[in-house]
């Protein structure tokens, strides 16, 4: 019974990891040829992340921010990536936007490529150390 849990938990993460790498490369696949800016952070929106289980909720914010186009028209948008700390109004953010519709804008963030490689390796060891012990536990 033991093993049937185990490789649920394994076949859920599996489906969450490919989902999330499948996101973020459709997103750098269709930001790739739009122009990168600076925008600049115009304030953040609060929120939670985290607290499933018995891990302790913890508070995250997504900043806005605003940019102009090559026809210097200004526009507007909020991260997807979110910070740890509030972000400081005024400060710099790299943003590629859609040339066609400037309203679609992306912030351009390595943080989610290597928290997507963290992730992986962590549910891996997790994974394998679970099976392992699974097999040492005593059931009788």
């Not at 995250?60 to 605003?66: A, E, M, S």
């Not at 679609?104 to 997790?126: K, P």
Request: hydrophobic share 45%.
């Amino acid at each position: 019974m033991l093993y049937v849990i185990w490789a649920l938990f394994v076949a859920g993460v599996i489906y969450s990891v490919i989902h999330a790498v499948r996101k973020n490369r459709q997103h750098e696949q269709m930001a790739a040829d739009w122009p990168r800016v600076q925008a600049t952070v115009t304030g953040s929106r609060a929120g939670w992340s985290g607290g499933t289980g018995n891990m302790t909720p913890n508070r995250r914010f997504w900043p806005t921010y605003q940019f102009t186009d090559e026809h210097g028209r200004p526009f507007g948008g909020e991260s997807e990536v979110s910070f740890a700390e509030q972000p400081v109004p005024g400060s710099p953010v790299e943003v590629a936007y859609n040339p066609a519709d400037p309203n679609e804008s992306f912030h351009v963030s390595s943080q989610t490529r290597t928290a997507l490689g963290c992730l992986s390796l962590f549910f891996a060891v997790f994974a394998v150390a679970l099976f392992w012990f699974i097999g040492v536990f005593p059931l009788g």
